[in-house]
């Protein structure tokens, strides 16, 4: 599924072990750090300038780790809409470069019941195009 489509999921549809649908994401490009730089406040020349980025020893730009973060905020808000949302923490595992595609990913950790509907846990990840996982989270979603 690609990020154009919101489709809300219902805690009455999942059990402990449902996967998620998907949330593929266009290529990164380095348009798109330039853009993510501005609004993050994060101006490091090793996400928008190849030349820097090879000083300290890469092969090239890397996004922020906090882009792919995003990305599975997004994910959420696009899961269970942003009332949803509990608790959202991440751990960022591998770098990101220009050209990857990204799709998020996750599956249903626990359902517990709450007085205003159930109380989930779930477990997140972006994954690049070679099936890497590179950003990995975990959630915690209130839905009806």
């Known amino acids: 599924m690609t990020d154009t489509v919101a489709t809300r999921i219902s805690a009455c549809e999942l059990s402990i072990g ?24 994060d101006y490091n020349l090793i996400h928008t300038d190849d030349e820097t980025a090879r000083r300290v020893g890469l092969d090239g ?19 269970t809409g942003p009332e949803s949302i509990r608790r959202l923490g991440v751990r960022f595992v591998e770098m990101v470069r220009p050209g990857d595609v990204l799709t998020c990913r996750g599956r249903v950790k626990t359902v517990e019941p709450e007085a205003t509907g159930r109380r989930m846990t779930l477990e997140l990840w972006v994954e690049n195009q070679r099936a890497q996982q590179v950003t990995l989270g975990e959630a915690d979603v209130v839905t009806s």
Request: aromatic fraction near 10%; include cysteine; charge should be positive.
């Open 18 to 41: 449902s996967a998620l649908p998907e949330l593929r994401k266009d290529a990164i490009t380095k348009v798109q750090l330039v853009k993510y730089a501005g609004a993050s406040g």
């Open 61 to 79: 730009v890397i996004a922020h780790g906090m882009l792919s973060m995003a990305f599975l905020g997004q994910y959420l808000c696009w899961l």
